[in-house]
């Protein structure tokens, strides 16, 4: 390897040359099948030089993780604003993922896919991201209620649920998006609103679904 491969530059560049390369070979490839080789090659560093940093390719694995869910709950927080109504905070936030999830269809491979089926320890990773979002369009929900008088008592639970249906929701259409020729970022989020805020209006507005009769 020559030495302009591996000339001297900040740490925290180095490191994120490797998670960058890491992610890449991963999404391609699959956890699993992931050459330490290939990331350090893609990377432009030696594979000593990884272990150095990283450790061990879980850990590497770790990190990658970590810094995807990162960057993902950060794009969504950074579009959403208090001061606007929930349905457009909402509205602004899915956009948001979908935008995301678009952009860094490796990252969210990394996040959605991988980290979901290879232990424990990274699918808790991923559950933290989940977790965090869940409480956030928790918030949204509950405060959409809050303002209506029709669904002022709605149980907390329910509300709860409703956010994690909308969370799953939101995950599988990000990946039909990011596998669907022509839809766009905006089109997957006003999917997405069609399916669940206009339920929710209609929650909001005391029009709830019934058990039909003899089915409770």
């Excluded at 960057?71 to 899915?94: K, N």
């Excluded at 990274?122 to 956030?136: G, L, N, S, Y």
Aim: charged share 20%.
């Amino acid at each position: 390897m020559g030495d302009g491969r591996t000339k001297r530059m900040p740490r925290a560049e180095r490191e994120r040359q490797m998670l960058d390369a890491a992610v890449e070979v991963i999404a391609r490839h699959g956890y699993t099948a992931a050459s330490m080789d290939e990331i350090a090659e893609l990377a432009g560093v030696s594979k000593p030089l990884v272990y150095l940093y990283l450790n061990s390719k879980d850990d590497l694995f770790t990190a990658c993780i970590r810094r995807e869910a990162a960057a993902l709950t950060e794009a969504v927080r950074a579009a959403v604003r208090p001061c606007l109504p929930a349905d457009r905070q909402l509205w602004d936030g899915v956009q948001a993922f979908f935008a995301y999830t678009a952009e860094h269809p490796d990252g969210w491979t990394v996040l959605h896919l991988q980290a979901r089926t290879h232990g424990p320890r990274f699918t808790a990773e991923a559950d933290a991201m989940r977790a965090e979002m869940t409480a956030f369009v928790t918030r949204l929900i509950a405060s959409a209620a809050q303002e209506s008088p029709h669904s002022r008592d709605l149980p907390a639970a329910e509300i709860e649920g409703l956010a994690m249906a909308l969370i799953g929701a939101a995950e599988s259409l990000a990946d039909w998006a990011n596998t669907t020729d022509g839809i766009t970022a905006p089109q997957a989020a006003a999917t997405l609103m069609n399916f669940a805020w206009s339920g929710l209006g209609d929650l909001m507005s005391g029009n709830r679904w019934a058990t039909p009769v003899g089915l409770a």
